[in-house]
């Protein structure tokens, strides 16, 4: 694998790790405008889908992280950039991620992409979007990757790509990593 360098230098406050991490989340109020979508699953349970809808041709669909939801700081102010910039964007819940528990006991993980494709089946059946790029931040990064990975013969030529932001390589080790004392704060 190559190893790439970068001279970008952050200014002083953002070079302290976990100030960087914790910025946004304490800091920034970025809220965004949803219409909630829910669709029933084929093994009788719900997705919700929250759209926030600008009349564009292309569609981003967003995928959070280990516990997050549409609501995380880094959804909102994703969903209000890409708007900006001209897309849609759908931010896809996880099951029982929305605000409220689903019906079953089955739920999200790291490798469970047969909701993600499920939603993007059901994308492509409902809307008439002519570009859908698929981002997943940390999980949904893993999401992401997978997907495309397992769909890559029979993808629809729709989705122009992927996008997979702070994806954990390794888990068993993050986790390890996650339960030192430096890190309980974000436990």
């Known amino acids: 694998m190559p190893v790439f360098t970068s001279d970008f230098l952050p200014t002083i406050p953002f070079r302290n790790g976990h100030f960087n991490t914790m910025y946004r989340p304490l800091f920034m109020k970025d809220t965004a405008k949803y219409t909630r979508k829910r669709i029933t699953t084929w093994d009788h349970d719900f997705i919700d889908l929250d759209f926030s809808l600008i009349g564009s041709e292309t569609l981003a669909v967003l995928i959070h992280g280990l516990e997050g939801s549409s609501e995380s700081k880094y959804m909102t102010s ?8 001209g897309l849609d964007v759908v931010c896809f819940n996880l099951r029982s991620c929305s605000g409220e528990d689903n019906l079953l ?34 999980l949904g990064g893993n999401l992401t990757l997978k997907y495309l990975g397992e769909q ?24 390890k990593e996650m339960e030192k004392l430096k890190n309980k704060l974000y436990l």
């Open 105 to 138: 006991l089955s739920t999200y993980h790291s490798g469970k992409t047969e909701d993600v494709d499920f939603v993007i089946k059901y994308i492509l059946a409902n809307y008439s979007y002519k570009n859908i790029v698929i981002i997943g931040f940390s």
């Open 78 to 85: 994703t969903t209000n950039h890409l708007n900006s910039k």
């Open 152 to 175: 890559s013969d029979a993808i629809s030529p729709i989705i122009k790509g992927g996008i997979a932001i702070s994806v954990p390589i390794d888990i068993a080790t993050a986790e």
